[in-house]
């Protein structure tokens, strides 16, 4: 059973040429792919076609075996598939690290102490503990993005969803990162730029080309 898969999805943003013009992708349980493609491709519309936050015109996305149609349908598929934004700031909100990576576990019915337990476990595993009190706006952009990837493991997701993950990173976070990610269990989907980055992580890749995926 496939844990994603998208069948011929279409997008357009309004008055705008379609994005997606039969889009078809397929990732199973501990696969690893890389989109690629030009910007504004639609490979961040993509992701967030997968995750229901915006709708296809038409096709079909079906996850881990369910076919997904209405907001209510998604509201699992959030839990069990974690997406990193390109953007670090539009993922952290809350006053500390440790608030922020607890967000998560609270909102899925941890108690307090579970929570705190997560956020232990999952700092130490990504060795940013001395992190766990600093104010996250305070925190420097490859920082950041370390912590947004600490808050989407925090609620243990079955796939990651990895929207340009080196963003901001200097050469010593960008390899600290990879480590990291490669050593994961979880299936990944992953946009990135960075060629290097994405041979070592996600070798198998699509290209978005004129709306539609094609093997690379």
Do not use: W
Not at 68 to 89: K, N, P, S, T
Not at 103 to 117: H, Q, V, Y
Not at 154 to 170: H, Q, R, S
């Amino acid at each position: 059973m496939a844990l994603i898969d998208l069948q011929d999805i279409r997008f357009a943003y309004p008055g705008q040429a379609p994005v997606l013009d039969g889009a078809t992708l397929r990732l199973d349980a501990g696969q690893r792919l890389s989109l690629t493609g030009p910007n504004g491709a639609g490979k961040s519309t993509l992701l967030r076609i997968t995750l229901g936050l915006q709708r296809p015109s038409s096709g079909t996305v079906t996850l881990f075996g369910k076919e997904r149609r209405e907001e209510a349908d998604f509201h699992e598929v959030r839990r069990r598939i974690g997406l990193v934004f390109q953007d670090a700031d539009d993922q952290l909100f809350c006053p500390t690290v440790a608030e922020d990576v607890a967000f998560g576990p609270l909102n899925l019915g941890k108690s307090r102490d579970e929570a705190i337990a997560i956020v232990d476990r999952v700092l130490g595993d990504l060795d940013l503990m001395h992190l766990k009190e600093r104010i996250t706006h305070k925190l420097s952009g490859g920082e950041k993005r370390l912590i947004t990837l600490a808050t989407v493991l925090a609620m243990d997701p079955e796939v990651l969803l990895l929207d340009e993950p080196t963003n901001a990173l200097d050469t010593k976070n960008e390899a600290r990162l990879l480590e990291i990610l490669t050593a994961l269990p979880q299936a990944i989907l992953l946009v990135s730029h960075a060629p290097t980055f994405r041979a070592a992580l996600a070798p198998e890749a699509l290209e978005l080309r004129d709306g539609r995926l094609v093997p690379v």
